[in-house]
């Protein structure tokens, strides 16, 4: 874990407590199912809650969870030094993970799978709603 450039995991958070601090990452989790999670980080507290914005956060922070049922997330994280990531599109690689059960360029997607697309190709492509888009970028 010490090295890592980008990863994307699937987390379940079951009950109270600490998330493991990742100096020098940038962070973001996306509410999946269940929740809502209550998160506080040291200048920061926010409830995640469906339909609610990505939460996006220094991933060196000390962060607390409070769920109120449990929850599963989408965590993406990048080592700063060496990626980027966006949501909302972008130059770089981009990653599809399907939120329920659609077809992406005539390939099926079950829920929670992922699609990994070489930089450009999302761009002449229909993302649907179904989809959550993320792209990595090499740092500058």
Do not use: C, K, Y
Not at 41 to 59: H, I, Q, S
Not at 105 to 115: T, V
Request: glycine content about 10%; proline content about 7%.
């Amino acid at each position: 874990m010490a090295e890592f450039g980008w990863r994307v995991s699937i987390a379940q958070i079951a009950r109270e407590g600490p998330f493991s601090a990742f100096a020098g990452v940038d962070r973001t989790l996306i509410l999946l199912s269940g929740g809502p999670v209550s998160l506080a980080g040291p200048d920061w507290r926010t409830r995640l809650a469906e339909g609610a914005a990505p939460l996006r956060f220094d991933g060196g922070d000390q962060v607390h969870a409070w769920p109120e049922t449990p929850a599963t997330v989408l965590n993406i994280m990048t080592r700063r030094r060496d990626w980027r990531h966006r949501l909302d599109g972008g130059a770089g690689e981009t990653l599809l993970v399907a939120r329920e059960a659609v077809s992406v360029a005539g390939i099926a997607l079950a829920p929670l799978d992922a699609l990994w697309l070489p930089a450009g190709t999302a761009d002449q492509m229909q993302i649907s709603p179904e989809l959550l888009r993320i792209s990595f970028e090499p740092a500058r």
